[in-house]
């Protein structure tokens, strides 16, 4: 018997983490949250396009947190550290792809995990592209080939049209709502802060110095040139109504808390050659690291276009994925990148079948 895995919805990034999953040979899918009253009691393998697994999946909370599985994977539209602090108190390890990234920021966060940790002697992790890859877990990484660093800049730019969620792509992006007349905070901007911050307060802590604050300090939109549905989200993009958003967050350190030591430079877009300045083809790289210092250090981290795939699901599927060994060893608690190693391959793809020539 593999790994013991429950996945926790089937968006984006819970279809492929499902995926792979499936082709895993040392884990075993063992249950599957959904939303949707349709998805219920469907066979998984079909819901993710792989054909059946034979395994209905499921919207009863109670009766997966009952399988105390060895891991469960968090990939819910929005952090729900209660219903998660379930899975841990019964002994499941969890992985979030949607917030816990720092839970210490909210400090209720922090103790509701601490406290399933420690009764179910699990270990709860978070990560992602950005909060993570591109926001602490790279620029810590590349920082440790320079000395004297005075500052670190990250950019991400996706190009996100196949992006299945359509609610993720308006909620969170913006995508086709009304282009605002002014600068005034949005929800989006919160939900930005809130991930962001977590990333700052990793990248302080990893270089020893204390944050003080985080905050927009530039807010940019372009607007759709043509009429367009966006596929397979369905998301409805009318001419004129937002198609890009562009957010530069910087965070401050100092005694008086105006030395800008990071920043955050977020880019999203459904459409390519938007304006001058945006991103104009589909092979543009996704990410970029500056570290400035001795020496000052680029480092671009790009994903190979792919018609088949969306290639941001893809990279923070593997990354949950492969995060299952790492979680089922570690010692209990709440954890951050800060306390574990760094997710490997799970396994080499010729491992999962057999080599030609061969039974």
């Known amino acids: 018997m593999g790994i013991r895995v429950v996945v926790c919805y089937t968006g984006g990034v819970g279809s492929q983490a499902l995926r792979l999953l499936a082709a895993e040979p040392g884990m075993e899918i063992v249950g599957v949250l959904v939303h949707h009253e349709e998805k219920d009691g469907r066979d998984v393998g079909e819901l993710v396009g792989i054909g059946p697994i034979g395994l209905a999946a499921t919207r009863d909370v109670d009766a997966l947190v009952a399988l105390r599985a060895d891991c469960m994977l968090w990939h819910g539209l929005t952090w729900e550290p209660a219903v998660i602090a379930r899975f841990l108190a019964a002994g499941t390890n969890v992985y979030s792809s949607m917030g816990g990234w720092w839970p210490s920021f909210i400090p209720a966060d ?12 699990s270990t709860f992790l978070a990560g992602g592209n950005i ?64 991930g962001i911050r977590q990333s700052a ?7 020893g110095f204390e944050l003080v604050d985080v905050k927009v300090t530039k807010k940019e939109y372009a607007a759709a040139l043509q009429d367009t549905v966006l596929h397979p989200s369905g998301l ?21 808390g105006d030395v800008p030591f990071y920043e955050v430079v977020n880019e999203q877009t459904v459409g390519l050659g938007l304006a001058p300045g945006w991103r104009v083809s589909e092979d543009e790289p996704n990410w970029k690291v500056e570290i400035t210092g001795v020496p000052t250090i680029t480092c671009v981290f790009d994903l190979a276009f792919d018609p088949d795939l969306e290639p941001v699901s893809a990279l923070n599927a593997a990354r949950a994925v492969n995060a299952i060994p790492v979680l089922v060893a570690a010692e209990p608690g709440t954890k951050t990148v800060l306390d574990l190693p760094a997710p490997r391959a799970a396994t080499l ?4 079948k057999p080599a030609a020539g061969r039974p």
């Open 201 to 207: 307060e990793i990248v302080a802590a990893g270089l």
């Open 131 to 194: 909060p993570g890859l591109v926001s602490d877990v790279l620029p810590l990484f590349v920082s440790g080939y320079a000395g004297q660093v005075e500052k670190i800049r990250c950019w991400q730019s996706d190009y996100v049209p196949h992006y299945p969620a359509a609610q993720q792509l308006q909620g969170a992006l913006g995508m086709g709502l009304p282009v605002p007349e002014d600068q005034s905070p949005t929800e989006a901007d919160q939900g930005w802060i809130w």
């Open 236 to 256: 409805d993009v009318r001419k004129g109504t937002i198609a890009g958003a562009r957010w530069t967050f910087t965070a401050y350190t100092g005694a008086d």
């Open 349 to 352: 793809a010729a491992r999962a």
């Open 110 to 121: 922090q103790e509701t995990l601490d406290r399933a940790c420690a009764e179910g002697g």
